[in-house]
């Protein structure tokens, strides 16, 4: 999991570059094309995350990045429904990488049963492998 929030600041951090503009050579961010992760989950797995952010305790300056979070989630289920995709069928999220790791720091508030462990250790190795990939193919 470490290994997963390393790769996501990596990204985040990494595409961070910075332009001399302007006079008096002042430094501005430059411009640059987000980086979007597309994991492939179950579409059951999908709408159970969608059930267990809503459960996450979350701060007021955290509202906005809840919400872009869980819509990003809810339209591809709504889209996968739309499309006849039953729980058992692979969707693929497309997630800008600061979406992506608002994802798993509200994965990593939840509370869950141990009976969830194992699907919820499966959801984030999934989070980490497409997080590596966009990270690979950004370079």
Wanted: glycine share 8%.
């Amino acid at each position: 999991m470490r290994l997963f929030l390393i790769a996501i600041c990596a990204l985040v951090l990494g595409f961070g570059s910075v332009s001399a503009q302007g006079q008096g050579g002042q430094l501005t961010p430059a411009a640059q094309a987000p980086v979007i992760v597309k994991p492939k989950l179950k579409l059951g797995d999908v709408k159970a995350l969608i059930q267990l952010i809503a459960e996450v305790d979350i701060r007021g300056q955290e509202v906005d990045a809840y919400l872009d979070t869980k819509k990003v989630l809810s339209n591809t289920v709504d889209a996968a429904s739309k499309a006849g995709t039953n729980d058992e069928g692979i969707v693929t999220l497309e997630m800008r990488t600061e979406q992506v790791q608002n994802l798993f720091m509200l994965m990593q508030r939840s509370q869950l049963k141990g009976a969830a462990a194992e699907k919820f250790k499966e959801i984030v190795n999934v989070l980490d492998e497409a997080a590596k990939e966009a990270l690979k193919n950004a370079k």
